[in-house]
């Protein structure tokens, strides 16, 4: 059944591929590069890969479709002919598929309890993660302290990707992100419709309890600063889009977003520096507290926290960046 | 007594699967972007709600009946609330395209 | 930096110069003042490391280590003391007679031209006293680069043109040819130190051998061994101070001088003479002699005469030095010397002629003789040393090098040189017969005598030196007798 | 913990923790001193490690404290402390080089911002250098590139724009390919850790997914690191970028992806892939010479001054993996040297063009006319790092080529063409340096063209520097070349 499923949702999968990469229409394009997430989403999750299938599906379908409309408010909505010949990348593309084929000759089964995956560093995590730190989730685990200087480097990831926007989107002038959308225009949206607007404030609080919830339910079930910060900046945007860019910028002001950015990221490395401090290793948690299962439970929820911030802030940047050079 | 859970579960999606379908051909087949979003709209809203139904019949009173009633209350909510923005949207890009054409043809 | 002062001093001292003249730029009389005491007092610290090489002393001295085994190191030996010496001799006379050409022409940028010259005489002194190959090297680089600017002087299209030749043929052989010898070397023996004797016994021998010191011969584009001669004629582009550097003070000298230095302490004479794949060296200098002697007699501009000239009396000491025969060897130094007293005389003479009247063509010189005695007395000197007539230093050393022929019995060398000596009277005993016996046969621009008084002050000490040299050659020769005799 | 202890942590998390604050300030002269500060101590630490290191071998440190194949190691070994000095000291004097430079191409209000993408690029070089984990390399590889590409789009040309779109879509293609090989290599290994990695695969070494994997790693790094021919988006990256932008990346990025592809090619792959050593000589080597070739070719014909010296540092990479495909001790120290010797040559000739951009806006060969005259100090220093591009003996250019050559000799036959190729391209160099050498010396200058001054002693102090350095470094070469040394003996320790 799981195996059928899997073939279904694969096979869809190509075809959407193929139908972006042949839509000269872009909107249809960015559409189907949302139905394209969502695949994904429920791919990663028949592996049994919850948290990166909540984030691809907040991400990839959500915030990343929003972003893309935004680009496409300040380009064409067409994509140009191009005189290019399309042969060479079929080519290449046909080469690197037969490629990945053939390496998978020799794989593995797909769960084989035998696989070198899950005899080497797998079944120490299972195995040494109720003792050492004690969290139901062994995902968050692996994340949050065993490779939390992944977790980190990949919260920079997302920093540089929001400085880089905002450097070449943002206002020029020094101290303010964005610029701000004039007041006449923010009336535009669907302000003046009456049912998006009573739904949409409706849903809304809900949608941050439940990134709330998926940023604090992390340690037991999927979830984390990232899924969090991403359905969190989903319910911001869709407020932003329902009332305008000024009243979404009058509930989470710029000051704010900035604190965010900056106190997300700072947050978590300072949690690491505190641990040096404190005579354990960079990101090293059990110094935080007498107990070291404490000092890594609590060094954990402290760096969610700061994921959590640092990808609300910076998606939420770069939307109102992009927002505020469409209207401007 | 779960027999009768069981052939209601099914029978709901059966009408479930049924209106999805009609509406899927609808979508195909029916000329114009409205009647194609009519299509769409109407039947998704009841087949969802006869689908989620037949499942929750087969899950009995437990958490999962819960969630699946959250499920279908943003549903619910979302889908017609989408169906209007989209209508809506193409409402306006018609009425640009028509001022368009008319400013073409002055 | 450790070793004998003096080695270090004569290489640093040059440079310390340059610094002084560049400094020094906007007061021209000041900026010749420093030129010509960095020259007196190089000459001087040359001059007095020659007793102790005479007693058959070898200082060293070491600047740095860039690879582990492989220092940037001096050694003193006689064949680069001879080198040193003149060099840092001419040098001073060279500037003496640069300030009278440089003022009389009014040329521009005179500060650049000081400081590279002041170069390029560090350069000579590194390329002399070096201890190793790749020491050589390095300043032979330099010496390359720094005559440069000197080549290019003018700053014209043409000029541009013909110093990128220059500059491409001298890098292009010296890294293209001479730098993976260098290398090839290293890695058969796994040293690139100056050793009597040579140091390549045992490791590289037969076709590779002759390949070895193909690519050395050729690698030193600076020897002016044909084909490569080409930049030689390119170079006259340039003022005739810098010529006279170029012919007689330091460039080609040092191309020569490589050779020579490479044939006897890295190839070894005796390793060499076994070696037949060897041969081919001599015939190649031989055509070089005899071929450019013959170009030289077509020629009717007076500069580029003396330019296929000195092509061909390099390859004399090229020639000497693959006789392979110690007596050969000794010509080949003694005929550094000679021909550099010999050659800078006929270039100051050129210069100090076109100084005078802007004459440059050797048909415009029918009797300026008696417009210009002591010039013309001075180029005959040179003359007669080029073609080898006693009383004159070019007698000495082709003396020295038939000597050597005879030694082996190498009718090869001595049939060229035979012949060479009957085309270079051919071609320079033409131009001293017009300009002493013939009628003016265009009128100059001005009624003019002699050029300014330290250009003829130059030429007079340079066509003495030729002939003092005839008599007073002992002191070279036994300095380089030292090449042969074996070691105490 | 002693400070000492630490210091291995600090060299990354400085400039990242640095980079936020950096961000939003208000002043972009503070921004300016802060992140030069920033930069200025990773490299103070980058000189401490480099001297741990020597002193007692590579050094370890276990991030979080957790043991290494569970946990993320960082391991700095002598190639990685040699990396890490080319990438704190480009980025170092290019920031104190690239003050005047810097304010003249960006607004200063978006400074700030600026700066912060500066720090981010120069930490995630310096985290993909020193961590020895495969996947954490790929994490700091995305940082240092979107960073790059920030920082290149900062160009105030437009054109700069289109030069990082392809720059991006490459670097996009060469990180997922470096993805994918790593997933292949996880799925049979179960590590991540590079040494774990290197143990573990020789039980599943010649396996399908195995070879696949080199496969896809090779070329996803090649592909970042501008290997022939799939250097296509450098030229007008370089070109386009602002000139103290130049000068970081030209000298540091591309060799961070070799070193990266040294690490896996030799240290995971090479002892367990069977005939690796032949199948470099097979793929790498005709690829270096052609890079070699092609580059200085394209050099040689070009116009534009910054894309002349982009296509030598082609040409340049291609000297690197020339060593390094000669798989013997001397030819990977000659290919490791060279990253170090051209880092100094480069950065010396952007530097220059730096000083030379800050006066003159266009920056064709022909605008250099007759430039000496004007800007005598700027030209000489651009000569004497032109001498070491050449590799004229006494500068350190001549150091790599000498140790190039001398891995070449131990070839044998094939090494001969290899001479070959190396003495062309070196005279092709000359050909393209001296080309814009005479025009500058000997061309005489536009009547019409406004007079220009000498560049500021801020930029011309900093470029002196450099070209001091390569010719100290040519003269006593002894710190990169022991580096270097160390460094092949480990990446060969297994054929050894």
């Known amino acids: 059944m799981t195996i059928l499923l899997a073939v279904f949702l694969l096979t869809m999968l190509v075809i959407t591929a193929v139908a972006i990469v042949r839509t000269r229409d872009l909107f249809a394009a960015v559409m189907l590069l949302g139905i394209f997430s969502l695949l994904m989403a429920a791919n990663f999750f028949v592996l049994d890969a919850a948290d990166v299938a909540l984030t691809e599906a907040a991400v990839g379908a959500g915030i990343s479709t929003v972003l893309f409309l935004g680009a496409l408010a300040l380009t064409a909505a067409r994509e140009r002919e191009s005189g290019d010949s399309r042969w060479l990348p079929l080519v290449v593309v046909v080469i690197m598929a037969a490629t990945v084929v053939y390496a998978t000759f020799d794989k593995p089964a797909l769960g084989d309890p035998n696989a070198p995956v899950h005899q080497h560093v797998a079944p120490w995590y299972l195995s040494e993660t109720p003792r050492l730190i004690d969290i139901p989730n062994v995902v968050t685990a692996v994340l949050g302290s065993y490779r939390g200087y992944d977790t980190l480097g990949e919260v920079f990831v997302v920093f540089t990707a929001g400085i880089a926007v905002l450097f070449l989107l943002g206002s020029g002038r020094p101290g303010e992100l964005f610029s701000r959308p004039p007041d006449e225009l923010s009336t ?82 300072l949690v690491g520096v505190v641990c040096m401090l404190m005579g354990g290793n960079f990101l090293d948690y059990s110094v935080l507290s007498t107990n070291s299962v404490a000092g890594q439970q609590l060094g954990i929820i402290l760096i969610e926290a700061g994921v959590g911030l640092a990808v609300t802030g910076v998606l939420l940047s770069i939307f109102h960046a992009f927002a505020a050079r469409a209207t401007a | 007594m779960s027999l009768f859970l069981d052939l209601g579960s099914w029978v709901l999606f059966g009408i479930g699967s049924l209106l999805l379908f009609i509406g899927a051909l609808g979508v195909l087949r029916l000329p114009t972007l409205f009647t194609r979003m009519h299509a769409a709209s109407l039947t998704e809203s009841l087949g969802t709600i006869a689908v989620l139904t037949g499942i929750m019949l087969q899950a009995g009173l437990t958490l999962a009946t819960m969630k699946l009633l959250a499920i279908l209350l943003f549903l619910l909510l979302t889908s017609p609330t989408s169906s209007y923005a989209l209508a809506n949207a193409a409402l306006l890009a018609r009425n640009r395209d028509q001022t368009r054409e008319q400013a073409d043809r002055k | 930096m450790t070793g004998n002062w003096q080695i270090l001093a004569a290489v640093l001292l040059p440079l310390l110069g340059a ?14 003042t420093v030129t010509l005491a960095t020259a007196g007092a190089l000459t001087l610290i040359v001059w007095s490391l020659l007793p102790a090489v005479l007693a058959g002393g070898r200082p060293t001295a070491e600047l740095f280590r860039p690879l582990a085994d492989l220092p940037i190191a001096f050694e003193v030996e006689p064949l680069g003391m001879l080198f040193a010496a003149l060099a840092s001799l001419l040098w001073i006379v060279n500037s003496v007679y640069s300030i009278g050409y440089m003022r009389g022409n009014q040329e521009k940028h005179q500060t650049r031209f000081y400081v590279c010259f002041a170069i390029a005489l560090s350069a000579a002194m590194g390329i002399a006293f070096a201890g190793n190959l790749l020491t050589l090297f390095l300043f032979y680089e330099v010496l390359t680069l720094s005559t440069y ?53 045992g490791h590289i021998d037969g076709p590779a051998l002759g390949l070895l010191l193909f690519l050395c011969v050729f690698g030193v584009g600076k020897a002016a061994v044909m084909p490569v001669h080409r930049w030689l004629p390119a170079a006259m582009v340039a003022p005739t101070p810098v010529s006279a ?38 015939y190649a200098a031989a055509f070089t002699v005899l071929a450019a002697s013959i170009v030289a007699l077509r020629q009717t501009n007076l500069k580029r005469l003396l330019a296929y000239s000195t092509i061909g009396q390099l390859s004399y000491v090229v020639l000497a030095a693959a006789i392979l025969k110690p007596l050969a060897e000794v010509g080949a130094a003694v005929h550094i010397v000679a021909h550099a007293f010999g050659k800078i005389t006929l270039f100051f003479a050129a210069g100090a002629i076109y100084t005078a009247c802007k004459k440059t063509e050797i048909d415009q010189l029918r009797g300026i003789g008696r417009r210009m005695p002591w010039t013309m007395a001075a180029f005959t000197i040179g003359a007669l040393s080029m073609v080898g007539v006693p009383p004159t230093a070019g007698f000495v050393s082709k003396w020295f090098i038939l000597a050597g022929a005879f030694q082996s019995d190498n009718f090869v060398a001595i049939f060229t040189i035979i012949l060479s000596t009957a085309l270079n009277a ?18 100059p621009p001005s009624n003019h005598g002699e050029a300014p008084w330290p250009a003829v002050l130059a030429l007079t000490i340079t066509a003495f030196l030729t002939l003092a040299f005839f008599v007073g050659n002992q002191p070279v020769l036994d300095l380089e007798l030292q090449l042969v005799r074996p070691q105490p | 913990m002693t400070l000492t202890a630490q210091l291995p942590a600090l060299q990354v998390v400085l400039p990242m923790l640095t980079a936020p604050l950096v961000a939003f300030l208000r002043l ?45 190691a960082l391991a700095i070994d002598e190639f990685g402390a040699l990396l890490l000095l080319i990438v704190t000291g480009a980025s170092t004097i290019a920031l104190l080089a690239g003050k005047a430079s810097l304010d003249q191409q960006i607004e200063s209000a978006r400074q700030p911002l600026f700066y912060a993408g500066w720090l981010l690029a120069l930490a995630g070089l310096s985290g993909i250098v020193m961590t020895g984990d495969a996947f954490n390399i790929f ?114 990025s591309t060799k961070v992806s070799l070193y990266v592809l040294l690490r896996f090619d030799f240290f995971v792959f090479q002892g367990n892939l069977e005939r690796h050593d032949v199948q470099f000589a097979g793929f790498l080597l005709p690829l270096a010479l052609l890079a070699i070739l092609v580059g200085s070719l394209a050099a040689v014909f070009e116009r534009n001054l910054k894309r002349l010296l982009a ?92 140790y190039l050559i001398s891995a070449a000799l131990e070839q044998g036959l094939t090494g001969v063409l290899t001479i070959v190729v190396i003495v062309v391209s070196s005279l092709l160099a000359v050909v393209y340096i001296w080309r814009i050498v005479e025009v500058a010396y000997f061309g005489s200058r536009d009547a019409q063209s406004p007079p220009v001054s000498e560049a500021p002693l801020s930029l011309l102090l900093p470029t002196w520097f450099i070209v001091i350095a390569n010719v100290y470094f040519g003269l006593v070469p002894a710190l990169p070349v022991d580096l270097a040394s160390a460094a092949a003996r480990s990446l060969l320790g297994h054929l050894l």
């Open chain 3, 245 to 282: 550097l170029l012919h007689a003070v330091a460039v080609v000298k040092a191309g020569v001088f490589t050779i020579t230095k490479l044939i006897i302490y890295v190839f070894g004479i005796d390793y060499l003479f076994a070696e037949p794949s060897a041969g081919w060296l001599i």
């Open chain 4, 139 to 252: 994490v700091f590889m995305e940082i240092s590139s979107l960073a790059a590409y920030m920082l290149v789009a900062g160009g105030p040309d437009r054109r700069a724009l289109t030069a990082v779109f392809k720059y991006l879509i490459m670097g996009t293609v060469g990180a997922t390919f470096y993805l994918i090989g790593i997933g292949l290599v996880y799925m049979m290994t179960g590590t991540l850790n590079l040494a774990d990695m290197e143990a573990r695969i020789a039980e599943v070494a010649d396996l399908k997914p195995i070879l696949v994997a080199a496969g896809f790693i090779t070329i996803g790094l090649a592909l970042k690191a501008a290997v022939f021919p799939l250097h296509a988006w450098l030229p007008n990256a370089y070109t386009f970028a602002p000139h103290a932008v130049t000068v970081f990346l030209a000298a540091c």
């Open chain 3, 19 to 32: 610094i002084g003249i560049a400094a020094t730029g906007t007061r021209p009389n000041l900026r010749e």
């Open chain 3, 149 to 201: 600017p000197l080549v290019a002087h003018k700053g014209d299209a043409a000029t541009v043109r013909q110093a990128r030749v220059y500059i491409g043929i001298l890098l292009a052989t010296s890294i293209g040819l001479l730098l993976p010898a260098i290398l090839w070397i290293y890695n058969a023996t796994g040293t690139l130190q100056f050793t009597s004797g040579g140091i390549l016994a």
């Open chain 1, 188 to 269: 535009g949206g669907l302000k003046h419709h009456l049912i998006p607007r009573v739904v949409g404030k409706l849903l809304i609080p809900f949608i941050i309890l439940f990134g709330l919830y998926v940023q604090f339910h992390g340690e037991y079930g999927p979830g984390g600063g990232f899924q969090a910060g991403a359905i969190i900046a989903a319910g911001v945007i869709l407020y932003a889009l329902l009332e305008g860019e000024t009243r979404a910028l009058a509930a989470l002001p710029e000051s704010a977003l900035k604190v965010m950015v900056i106190g997300g990221a700072l947050l978590y490395t």
């Open chain 4, 28 to 72: 972009p002269q503070l921004s300016w001193l802060a992140t030069t500060v920033a930069s200025a101590t990773a490299f103070g630490i980058a000189v401490l490690l480099t001297q741990a290191v020597l002193g007692t071998g590579t050094l370890d440190y276990a991030m979080g404290g957790w043991p290494a194949p569970y946990g993320i």
């Open chain 3, 426 to 443: 051919a071609y320079f005993l033409p131009i001293v017969f017009r300009a002493w016996f013939r009628e003016e046969n265009v009128a």
């Open chain 4, 311 to 402: 296509y030598s540092s082609i040409a340049q990479i291609g000297y690197i993996l020339l060593g390094a495909s000669c798989v013997s001790l001397l030819g990977l120290t000659a290919g490791i040297v060279h990253m170090f010797n051209h880092a100094l040559a480069k950065g010396a000739l952007f530097l220059a063009v730096a000083c030379i951009g800050v006066r003159l806006s266009r920056l064709w060969v022909d605008d250099l006319a007759g430039l000496a005259r004007q800007m005598p100090w700027t030209l000489a220093a651009f000569v004497a790092g032109g001498l070491s591009l050449i590799g004229i003996p006494g500068t350190a250019g001549f150091i790599s080529k000498w």
